[in-house]
């Protein structure tokens, strides 16, 4: 019996081999905690990004949008706690000079100072902090030191006063925004799951304070139901509540949702109700009056609580990698034995959604084929391919997780009908080509993520 496990090795091969995530700076032996995305990597980037977009602005009334700079004013930084807070405990060994997160090595190793990879002496624990550090303009002093964001969320809270009333938002009201955010993190390992630039997914919801609880557990459910809506399998995710001791400086009360992950359970997205915390800190600092004026409600003033949507984008996506990925094995039409990699993306987030496979490239079939897809490309992302056996296309498509390959073949010719196979069942069914863009379209909206096999 073939070893048909997902493992993290069998997911940085698909993902090199087929063009969604390439190591940075290769070709000079890569850059730890840098990745670049390739040609299927950006679309499916890209449509999760949409997907959570509409799910966050287009499907709430009350939410809006913006795109904040990630370079800030380096008083922000202050301010938000994170130069005093952002830390981790670090220690290094003597010998090999492997460094290590102190919270990260079991806790006997640490008390005997011993390195858990070559036994040598470890240095004291020192805090670190994760933020990286540049500076501004031409002279390369501390009055230019500015920060590359570790979160988008403070690019939203100095903003809260402009986008309220630019918009005439009433609370309570949310903002989103997608953008990238950078940690100096000691550890990259996981291939994308944890590095040091990557890009975040937040919203802030301001509520009126006593009504924070509520939205907490409001935000928890919808969250919950965004990665139904994915088509994940919703037996790999569960909920972390944060311990005392885990809670971030911010928090007051904080959630994660974990997927499970070939290496384990970890955190994909945290739900955090942050009090009034950062826009009284923003106030204390600016000395700017962050309160909300409630005109329904005789001018109460008041500092908004805000509940925190923190998703990590480029996380999702290996989320979608491992849980969309299968080795399946599949009997071929010559009655052999044969297997297929598949990845079971939604059909909406796949990278392409369409390929378009003339049966032979003579006899005019590859014209019309081209024909066919020049009808198509206006509607969806295509890919075309004509060379090698047919099974082997399909194999190549399954393996990128193209939902649809529209086959053209003799028949075509004669009576102006293709065949569009399903990704999944394998199945294929001939309709006329001016129908092929409404049936894909029907079928994207009654997806359903297959349960065999899975
Ligand atoms: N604004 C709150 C915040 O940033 P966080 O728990 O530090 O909270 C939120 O980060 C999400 O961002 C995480 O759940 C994860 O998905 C993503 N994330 C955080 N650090 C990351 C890293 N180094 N690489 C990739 N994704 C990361």
């Given at each position: 019996?073939?070893?048909?496990?997902?493992?993290?090795?069998?997911?940085?091969?698909?993902?090199?081999?087929?063009?969604?995530?390439?190591?940075?700076?290769?070709?000079?032996?890569?850059?730890?905690?840098?990745?670049?995305?390739?040609?299927?990597?950006?679309?499916?980037?890209?449509?999760?990004?949409?997907?959570?977009?509409?799910?966050?602005?287009?499907?709430?009334?009350?939410?809006?949008?913006?795109?904040?700079?990630?370079?800030?004013?380096?008083?922000?930084?202050?301010?938000?706690?994170?130069?005093?807070?952002?830390?981790?405990?670090?220690?290094?060994?003597?010998?090999?000079?492997?460094?290590?997160?102190?919270?990260?090595?079991?806790?006997?190793?640490?008390?005997?100072?011993?390195?858990?990879?070559?036994?040598?002496?470890?240095?004291?624990?020192?805090?670190?902090?994760?933020?990286?550090?540049?500076?501004?303009?031409?002279?390369?002093?501390?009055?230019?030191?500015?920060?590359?964001?570790?979160?988008?969320?403070?690019?939203?809270?100095?903003?809260?006063?402009?986008?309220?009333?630019?918009?005439?938002?009433?609370?309570?009201?949310?903002?989103?925004?997608?953008?990238?955010?950078?940690?100096?993190?000691?550890?990259?390992?996981?291939?994308?799951?944890?590095?040091?630039?990557?890009?975040?997914?937040?919203?802030?919801?301001?509520?009126?304070?006593?009504?924070?609880?509520?939205?907490?557990?409001?935000w928890r459910e919808q969250r919950w139901n965004y990665y139904k809506k994915l088509g994940i399998d919703m037996k790999k995710?569960?909920?972390?509540?944060?311990?005392?001791?885990?809670?971030?400086?911010?928090?007051?009360?904080?959630?994660?949702?974990?997927?499970?992950?070939?290496?384990?359970?970890?955190?994909?997205?945290?739900?955090?109700?942050?009090?009034?915390?950062?826009?009284?800190?923003?106030?204390?600092?600016?000395?700017?009056?962050?309160?909300?004026?409630?005109?329904?409600?005789?001018?109460?003033?008041?500092?908004?609580?805000?509940?925190?949507?923190?998703?990590?984008?480029?996380?999702?996506?290996?989320?979608?990698?491992?849980?969309?990925?299968?080795?399946?094995?599949?009997?071929?039409?010559?009655?052999?034995?044969?297997?297929?990699?598949?990845?079971?993306?939604?059909?909406?987030?796949?990278?392409?959604?369409?390929?378009?496979?003339?049966?032979?490239?003579?006899?005019?079939?590859?014209?019309?084929?081209?024909?066919?897809?020049?009808?198509?490309?206006?509607?969806f992302v295509t890919d075309y391919d004509q060379s090698g056996a047919i099974g082997r296309r399909y194999r190549r498509q399954d393996e990128v997780g193209t939902p649809f390959?529209?086959?053209?073949?003799?028949?075509?010719?004669?009576?102006?009908?293709?065949?569009?196979?399903?990704?999944?069942?394998?199945?294929?069914?001939?309709?006329?080509?001016?129908?092929?863009?409404?049936?894909?379209?029907?079928?994207?909206?009654?997806?359903?993520?297959?349960?065999?096999?899975?």
């Open positions: 019996m073939a070893d048909t496990a997902v493992t993290m090795d069998k997911i940085v091969s698909l993902a090199k081999r087929r063009g969604f995530v390439f190591q940075s700076s290769e070709i000079y032996g890569g850059l730890s905690g840098a990745w670049d995305y390739g040609p299927q990597g950006i679309e499916l980037k890209n449509r999760i990004a949409r997907f959570w977009w509409k799910e966050m602005t287009q499907l709430h009334d009350n939410i809006v949008g913006i795109d904040a700079a990630i370079l800030m004013h380096p008083k922000v930084w202050h301010a938000s706690g994170h130069v005093e807070n952002f830390t981790d405990p670090l220690v290094d060994c003597k010998k090999c000079k492997a460094r290590f997160r102190a919270d990260q090595i079991p806790p006997e190793d640490l008390a005997a100072k011993k390195c858990p990879e070559c036994g040598g002496e470890l240095t004291e624990v020192r805090k670190f902090n994760l933020m990286f550090k540049t500076t501004l303009g031409p002279v390369e002093d501390e009055s230019g030191l500015v920060y590359l964001r570790p979160e988008t969320a403070q690019g939203i809270y100095v903003n809260f006063k402009n986008v309220q009333q630019s918009n005439r938002m009433k609370i309570p009201f949310g903002i989103a925004q997608i953008g990238k955010a950078f940690r100096n993190e000691i550890v990259t390992k996981n291939f994308i799951f944890r590095t040091c630039e990557f890009e975040q997914m937040e919203m802030q919801f301001f509520v009126k304070p006593g009504t924070d609880a509520e939205w907490f557990e409001y995710l569960r909920w972390h509540r944060h311990g005392p001791d885990e809670l971030a400086h911010y928090a007051k009360d904080a959630y994660d949702i974990e997927f499970e992950f070939p290496m384990g359970f970890k955190e994909l997205e945290g739900v955090h109700n942050r009090s009034d915390y950062d826009l009284s800190r923003h106030q204390q600092f600016s000395g700017k009056d962050m309160q909300y004026i409630d005109q329904d409600n005789g001018n109460e003033r008041y500092i908004p609580n805000i509940i925190e949507t923190s998703a990590g984008l480029t996380r999702q996506l290996l989320m979608l990698l491992c849980d969309a990925y299968e080795e399946q094995k599949v009997a071929d039409k010559g009655n052999e034995d044969d297997w297929r990699t598949v990845m079971h993306f939604h059909p909406e987030l796949a990278p392409i959604t369409v390929a378009v496979l003339p049966l032979m490239k003579k006899d005019g079939l590859a014209e019309l084929a081209q024909d066919i897809r020049a009808e198509l490309k206006e509607d390959c529209v086959t053209i073949d003799y028949q075509t010719k004669e009576d102006g009908t293709v065949t569009v196979r399903d990704r999944d069942s394998m199945l294929q069914e001939r309709l006329p080509r001016a129908r092929i863009a409404e049936y894909i379209r029907q079928k994207i909206k009654e997806y359903k993520r297959p349960s065999a096999g899975l």
